[in-house]
């Protein structure tokens, strides 16, 4: 996969942005998962060391709404990675980025929030 440059697409507009990242989502969902794993640390890295708390919280709450028009078996096993790619960094990263996961979900609507609450178990 290409170098992405995940803190312009977190600076992006809401429409580019969510347009971007549904981009990003079909590449990652088409990986291996190994793949998808190397990816997702590399990309969740950079925000946690670089990202502006705005430019976080955005990107989260977009990949959220996105993630949540998955199938639920597919959601169910992204999310399993996800969670389990941000325990995988260093603790302060890991804190920042889950803090990021939790305001996010508390920002998004109600469908949202229910759908990816369900799976974040």
Not at 68 to 91: M, N
Request: glycine share 2%.
């Amino acid at each position: 996969m290409e170098k992405i440059d995940i803190l312009k697409i977190a600076s992006l507009n809401d429409a580019e942005r969510a347009s971007s990242m549904q981009e990003l989502f079909k590449t990652l969902l088409s990986m291996s998962d190994a793949e998808k794993t190397g990816a997702l640390k590399e990309l969740i890295k950079e925000m946690a060391e670089k990202a502006s708390d705005a430019q976080y919280l955005n990107l989260c709450k977009t990949n959220l709404k996105l993630a949540s028009s998955l199938d639920d078996d597919t959601l169910k096993s992204f999310l399993k990675l996800r969670i389990s790619v941000s325990s995988s960094l260093p603790k302060d990263l890991a804190e920042r980025d889950m803090k990021f996961i939790k305001e996010g979900l508390s920002k998004v609507d109600e469908d949202t929030r229910t759908k990816i609450s369900k799976f974040m178990q």
